[in-house]
Nanobody, 128 residues
Framework: QLQIVESGGGLVQPGGSLRLSCVASTFTLEYYAYGWFRQAPGKEREGVSCISGNGVNRNYTDSAKGRFTISRDNAKRTVYLQMNNLQPEDTGVYYC?????????????????????WGRGTQVTVSS
């Protein structure tokens, strides 16, 4: 079974940038849709961005639009989340999720229930 591991989190000042990485354990990455989710203390896990299995469709939550960019490099088995102009409200544990369901091949979504494989998360803290 596919396993995924996130990295790239850290402490950054408001207005700063981070790039999160999600590395897959298998070379079948290209058939999987990926999502990035975050969970702030005391809040539910919410979807931030996703990319479809074919890499064409990308979606973002409203707060991420214009600031975050999701991308994938199938050769490196890695999905990235470039986060710019980070704000304190972006603080939380960021999780990468994946699923090979055909419904996600051409169009992804930000519903947690759609993704069956999850990483352990990486902490992002935005603070001055």
């Amino acid at each position: 079974q596919l396993q995924i591991v996130e990295s790239g989190g850290g402490l950054v000042q408001p207005g700063g940038s981070l790039r999160l990485s999600c590395v897959a354990s298998t070379f079948t990455l290209e058939y999987y849709a990926y999502g990035w989710f975050r969970q702030a203390p005391g809040k539910e896990r919410e979807g931030v961005s996703c990319i479809s299995g074919n890499g064409v469709n990308r979606n973002y939550t409203d707060s991420a639009k214009g600031r975050f960019t999701i991308s994938r490099d199938n050769a490196k088995r890695t999905v990235y989340l470039q986060m710019n102009n980070l704000q304190p409200e972006d603080t939380g544990v960021y999780y990468c999720a994946a699923d090979s369901a055909l419904r996600l091949l051409r169009q992804c979504n930000l519903r947690r229930s759609e993704y069956g494989i999850w990483g352990r998360g990486t902490q992002v803290t935005v603070s001055s």
